[in-house]
């Protein structure tokens, strides 16, 4: 197929003026709406008319094909967060992520999947799509971005998603549907325009093919944003300069992280034995450490995330975004109406939990003391990182697992399925999941953590996997 290529060799051409967009963008539409019917990955697809396709004149991403998970705003398309009770909500502004990627010329041509405002693993906890892996469609495509995974496994034309990660979801549906996640450092991509999950461990980043497509798009939206308090005060840099051409790990420390191979598919540990072992054949030095607060990380995450989720929910109550009802009886029974009607069944159970840890009389005993061991998990870390430039492991203890199977599953069996890409978001350090091997066809993530802000690095050891 003529549009099958790398996003780096479509930019290339596309500089040069050697791309015609109205048959590309026809392509694009034809291959994203027949996707669409099989996978169910999109909330919204904008109409690309001939308008917008004569826009396109210059920048870094000229003309490259961009979805974006439903909960980052985009002006004058609907942005939901795959809440029912935002449907309807059209924003009038960008992200700062989407502005910058319009700046360059970016065309953003879908809003994906995913579970309601993050809440999930699996991609089912939302009342707007039926999102499915594009390898087998009785399985998840992970969550919470998952049509974004998606959209970076089975488009076949060049294309990178915008993913959003509070507790992994940018590394597990990479993982299920066989991509390439990176999840930045906290503050290194603008949250401005994000709609909220949990702001103090939330993070943008871009879900592709290749390391390199991610790290081309890394390279547009990081940076300090004024409209983000939080954004971490350095300038973006071009990433694809880490990408690994000769695969050569000489004198890179790897750290291996006995905990993380608790409680995994044998298989997929056989997997990640594997490729670790080939790292070291590249010439990385492979050392065994202990993380023992890896135990205490999926608690701890799901005590502060719902805590802020709650807090963040409470806007939503049919005055001001979305749905709305009419207006009758005291307020608080008409909010009660529109909260109990549009909310999904997770939501609600975030709500209450997040509300219950942080109340009088119950706040020390769980949201400050699962605070305590965020910091504990921060200096365990740091430490690894003292004598190593990364942690691998894999990104999930399973392979995407069927919807028939997840209905035997308690929330709590769900959250623990997270722990392994908890960790590296409480610590708000970068990570980088790409495929390493498959089962039965089905797709494994590795995922490739280092210290802060430190994103070259990732890219650098996972391109070398990726190009050995
Ligand atoms: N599965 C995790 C949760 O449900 C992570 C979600 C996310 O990163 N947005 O909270």
Known sequence: MKYRQSVSEFLKESKKGNIDYSD???????????????????????DIDEKTIKTISKGNLKGLPITAKDAICTKGIQSSAGAEILKGYIPPFDATCISRIKKEGGIIIGKTAQDEFGFGTFCINTALNKAKNPNDI?????????????????????HVSLGESTGGSISCPASFCGAVGLTPTYGRVSRYGLIDYANSLDKIGPIGKTTEDVATILSHIAGQDPMDSTSAPKKSEDYTKYINKDANLKGTNIAVPKEFFKDLDAKVEKNIRDGIAQLESLGANINEVSLKMTDYATAAYY???????????????????????????????????????YFTEESKRRILLGTFAR????????????????????????????????IVGPTMPIIAPKFTEIDKLSAIDIYTIDTLSI?????????????????????????????????GRI???????ENS
Do not use: W
Not at 141 to 156: F, Q, R, T, V, Y
Not at 307 to 326: H, P
Not at 459 to 465: P, R
């Open 24 to 46: 590309f963008y026809a392509y694009v539409a034809e291959q994203t709406e027949k996707n669409n019917k099989k996978f169910d990955f999109l909330v919204t697809m904008p």
């Open 138 to 158: 009785s399985r998840s495509p992970g969550g919470s971005s998952g049509g974004s995974g998606i959209a970076a496994a089975a488009l076949d034309f060049p």
């Open 359 to 390: 109340m009088e009389g119950y706040r020390d005993q769980y949201y400050l003391k699962a605070m305590k061991i965020r910091t504990l998990i921060i200096e365990e870390m740091n430490k690894v990182f003292k004598n190593n430039d990364a």
């Open 423 to 455: 960790m590296p978001n409480l610590a708000g350090t970068p990570m980088l999941s790409i495929p390493c091997g498959t089962i039965n066809n089905m797709p494994i993530g590795m995922q490739i953590i280092s210290s802060h802000l430190n994103e």
């Open 303 to 341: 005590m502060i995330a719902t805590a802020e989720a709650s807090t963040n929910l409470a806007k939503y109550s049919g005055m001001r975004y979305g749905q709305s009802e009419k207006i009758e009886d005291h307020f608080d029974e008409y909010f009660q109406k529109v909260r109990s009607k």
């Open 459 to 465: 890219i650098n050891i996972g391109s070398a996997l």
